[in-house]
């Protein structure tokens, strides 16, 4: 098959004599040198502005004039189209079509030709085309004269149509499906009236019973369907309101709305902004189709391209919501925060975006306080790394002179020969020490956990041997006071091994059952302990003076206890709970309690643990 130039090259060369004959077409019109500016301007206003459709003239098979209807198809420029074939502008699967309506049109000796194709715009895109045209009417001319028509929206149209014929198709033949189900069961209920009929004397008074109940059902059922139709309308002018409301409150709020449909025309999509929106956009009445011209100047260039992307995604990648908070260079207000929200409302054949709603909300003043908090809290962080340094660094140096303190008081007790004053002062000295270092690492170990310093570090272990650790460590305490610790575990010698941290773990009961000693006056301190399931469950209770219920709440805050008055009766400070409480969240667990005053506490625990016999 001939190609689109080879099927021109017999064409007759343009006739570009000055005189012009009477019979003249109106390229050479155009081209003659002895024609007035004023005769040349109203030809060109008669091709250029009057034209609804893309026209363009061909010479020897390359484009010699275009309009700006058919440029702005192709999106290229004039001076990108001038010299070059029509059919690279034609999609190449349509081409040898394209090619064989010419040869038709040239073999078959027609003054015009009519048909349709897909062409490619400079962006890639495809749009659907119609063409139609013809030779130059003069007898000797070799110009041709086309028009073409962009018929994308009448193709997406028909394809919708197409679409809906066929569903159209299948909910028919599936309501003939029901209606024949429908049928047989209707056939079957009139076979089974009459079988019911042919019984009737015989049944009448039970019948006439059924007919009774049956009619009083239907007029509860009558008058509760009016219910809910009146419910029904109730609720319809209760959304009015509430519609009514909503845009009220939408523009108390300072929100500005806007809405993009998908009907394409010679004006382009429709679209509309209230006035807060336009405001926000800094978008000029009259100019809301143009919008993202306005959008992509003011919007900050640091945000662009995140912003495009959540567009991109949005508008192809299938999201029916999308929301972007981004700066924007707002030509009055200077530099500010935009809060966009759109919501799809439709999608094309192809899957984009036609009809959406959108919000949008100055949120500036928002912003600049989050972006203050931000940094209040990095400043509040490193103010906390700042402390738990110090904290660190003033652990290391006041534990070593207290070292040296326990040490040399430990020798001058060692070193006394029957001076029990001065064996007792170096007691005292070297138990204060003692708690002197004690205090200072719960304050660094607490620091640490709320810095997130602190990691669980899980190792396998023998439970019932960690648990007669803490009670041999604290029976001596519970034997000054004068208390019972009872000790009683429910666990089966093939499940003693767990996994889970052993440090913190023993940490948390060392605290809950001292704690639990040191508020007790009389009577005992129990603790039991048994598995279920993945969890250790362990419950400590004691007899001692109850916690008051307003002071509950704060048990497991660090530096609280119950009032000052505890404090000086039974020492602490205030640490111990806390970081209880802290461990038992780091290992996945949880704790509680209840108590009553005079009464005494009980606390639970409940820690998970890796259970080695049942992995095997």
Known sequence: MKTYNQLNEGLKEPNTDTNIPEETSIYQLLIAESLSKEDYSSIFRALNDNSLTGIYIVENGLLKYVNPVLTNIFGFTKDEVIGRSLLEFVHPEDQEAVIGNIQEFFE???????????????????????????????????IFIGNIIDITEKKKIELELEEYRKNLEQRVAERTRELTETNKRLEAEISERKNIESDFKKNKIELEKRVFERTRELIEANNSLCNEIELSKKRQRSLEKSEARLFSAVHTAGLGLYEQIGQYNNSGRETFFDEKARQIFAIPEGEEKNWKDYWMKYTHPDDLENVLEIIYQFNRGGLDFASATHRYNHPEMGEIWIKNVAYSLKRDSEGLVSDMIGVAQDVTDQKRSELELIAAKERAEESDRLKLSFLQNMSHEVKTPLNSIIGFSQVIAQSVNENEKLEQFSKLISQNSEKLIKIINDIVEISQIYAKQIYPDYKEFDIIQSLYYIANKLIDKAKLKGIELILNLDIPLSKTQITTDQDKFEKILLQIIENAIKFTKEGFVKVDCHLQGDNLEIQIEDTGIGIPLDKQKIIFEPFRQLDTGTTRTYGG??????LAKAYTDLLGGNINFESQINEGTKVRISIPFYDHKKQE
């Open 108 to 142: 078959g000796n027609k003054t015009s030709m009519c048909y349709e194709f897909r062409g490619i715009k400079k962006n890639g895109e495809i749009v659907y085309l119609q063409e139609f045209g013809g030779l130059d009417s003069s007898d000797s001319s070799n």
């Open 573 to 578: 400070n205030g640490l111990g709970l806390a």
